[in-house]
């Protein structure tokens, strides 16, 4: 059966910047939206991605009161700048747990639920710098790189259940995220892109309303879009 609206859906780090407007967007479209973040606040439940006991009772709060989860956007994430020969190992775990580990853990709570309704769409936030790296970012980059390779294993685990599993890469966006690194690389980064401008969630968010669609993402299977400014062009 089609389902363009009126779907469950989950948004990882849906309490600010980009999963903050794709919530929206979703909520706009007609869908019930659930949001989980660090912090309980309004509209907003309690999780630590990168926790599995976390993640495991928040997804089983939601599925008693929601039922089955129809999208997944993995959006949670962290950003902190370090060259690699000075990289403290708890700096490199604490990335791969939250940007990595947390899709993982979060994308496996709605798998099995998703094959049995067969209707599932999960949307993994990575970068642009998964697919380019960046100086200071390789913790970064490396668990972006990550999602993208673990978006397309399970996009081939789960395409025939029709669950579709993509990836979005965007660019630099202008969020809380990119508000503590440093000066001198936002101006080098916009010097650099193209349309020389950073993106806004804004405008990121449609490539997840997209890739949700019915019939309209149907034939999007472990690919990563870009809404980049045209840094990367994959
Ligand atoms: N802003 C950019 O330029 C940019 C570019 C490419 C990719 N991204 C990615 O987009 C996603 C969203 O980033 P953003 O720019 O909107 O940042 P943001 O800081 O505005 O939002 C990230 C959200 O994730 C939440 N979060 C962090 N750790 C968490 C955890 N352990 N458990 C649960 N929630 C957690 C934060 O509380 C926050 O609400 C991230 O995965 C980020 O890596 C951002």
Redesign the pocket.
């Known amino acids: 059966m089609k389902r363009a609206s009126g779907r469950t859906v989950v948004v ?10 794709i919530a929206a967007a979703f909520r706009d479209n007609g869908d019930r939206v659930v949001v ?4 309980a606040g309004a509209g907003v439940t ?6 599995e006991d ?1 993640v495991r009772s928040a997804f089983a709060v939601v599925r008693a009161e929601f039922g089955t989860v129809d999208v997944l956007v ?6 902190t700048e370090s060259p690699a020969e000075d990289m403290d190992l708890a700096v490199w775990n604490e990335t791969i ?3 990595l580990t ?1 899709v993982f853990l979060c994308s496996r709570e709605v798998l099995k639920p998703m094959r049995a309704q067969r209707w599932g769409r999960i949307i993994n ?5 998964g697919l380019k790296g960046g100086t200071g970012l390789g913790h ?1 980059s490396a ?2 790189a990550g ?1 993208i390779g673990f978006t397309k294993a399970v996009a081939l685990e789960v395409a025939a259940d029709n669950v579709l599993v993509n990836a ?12 503590g690194i440093s000066q001198a690389w936002k101006v080098a980064k916009r010097a650099e892109l193209p349309l020389g401008r ?2 806004t ?1 804004e405008e ?1 968010a449609p490539a997840a309303l997209l890739l949700a669609d019915d019939p309209g993402g149907n034939l999007f299977v472990g690919q990563t879009l870009g809404p ?1 400014s045209g840094d990367v062009m994959p």
């Open positions: 990882t780090g849906g309490a600010s910047g980009i999963g903050k407007a989980l973040d660090r912090t309690a999780v630590d991605v990168s926790d976390s993995n959006s949670a994430g962290l950003l747990a939250v940007d947390g936030i990575s970068s642009q710098l970064y668990a972006k999602v979005i890469a965007p660019g630099p966006i202008e969020t809380p995220l990119v508000d950073f993106g969630p990121v980049n």
